[in-house]
């Protein structure tokens, strides 16, 4: 509630009485009348503001205007990321498991970063609406669940047993919020990977850094461009080939029909010696 303080009127009210009652009663057309009756009212002004005390009223605050960014879903996005961390917060209280606290502890954490990285970033709104619609509702279903089942006192298969298959699946959901903040850097991630590639070609390039890789690569194309070994050109006439192998065969021939007194000559001649 608000308060707000009013001045009383009655002080105003009881030194303009004053000057009525002195203008009916005595002579007001000199000035010393007039610094008379000023007085008077003056002094009736205090004693009546001392003797009426303030108006105190008290009226209730005006709620606090909605938070607002022009896109409708994103304010969506917000309010209910909003009640969320304030439910994890109150079931966080409520839940005495140290084990299951600390976890509620990180997935408050988690949220509130992804729920802060949308909004610094509202183009991936679109990467959590299945976080929002189904993850983090389900997440706060079963944390209600499991805070109720511990407050009854009863060790029944049906209540240990959720509670147990609650425990064992925070970690994994855990491990699934750690993951949906990771993704929302994938495109940063794959700008700043490509910046350093150029980045490191370039300065390797301008010889800037001691790049064993890029230094290799360079004196393999300078040793490329090296003039080649004197090879025949295509255009050249091949050498003469040996003589041709009939020859060979005519001598042959000739020598082994020395022995015989007689050679036979291609065509059929035959020479007796």
Not at 157 to 167: A, L, Q
Not at 222 to 238: H, K, Q, R, W, Y
Request: hydrophobic share 45%.
């Amino acid at each position: 509630m608000k308060k707000i303080v009013h001045k009383s009127a009655v002080p105003l009210y009881a030194a303009a009485a004053v000057w009525v009652l002195y203008a009916l009663l005595f002579p007001l057309h000199r000035v010393i009348h007039f610094a008379i009756v000023a007085v008077a009212s003056v002094v009736v002004y205090l004693i009546a503001n001392a003797l009426c005390a303030d108006i105190v009223e008290e009226v209730p605050e005006a709620p606090p205007q909605p938070e607002t960014t022009g896109n409708e879903e994103l304010d969506k996005m917000i309010a209910d990321g909003k009640l969320a961390i304030a439910e994890m917060q109150r079931l966080n209280e409520s839940i005495k498991d140290a084990s299951i606290s600390a976890k509620i502890d990180r997935l408050e954490e988690i949220s509130g970063k992804i729920f802060a990285q949308v909004k610094a970033e509202p183009k991936k709104l679109p990467q959590i609406r299945k976080f929002m619609n189904y993850y983090l509702p389900t997440t706060l279903k079963l944390l209600n669940a499991y805070d109720r089942m511990s407050t009854q006192g009863v060790a029944g298969e049906n209540i240990s047993g959720t509670m147990k298959r609650v425990e064992d699946m925070m970690d994994t959901i855990v491990q699934a919020f750690e993951k949906q903040l990771d993704s929302l850097f994938g495109a940063e991630a794959l700008d700043i990977s490509t910046d350093i590639t150029v980045l490191d070609n370039m300065m390797a390039r301008e010889g800037l850094v001691d790049d064993v890789i890029h230094r290799t690569q360079s004196e393999t194309a300078s040793g490329s461009a090296a003039p080649a070994a004197e090879t025949v050109s295509a255009d050249e006439p091949a050498p003469a080939a040996e003589e041709p192998a009939v020859q060979e065969e005519v001598v042959d021939e000739v020598i082994d029909g020395l022995a015989d007194d007689a050679v036979e000559l291609p065509g059929g001649i035959r020479l007796e010696l």
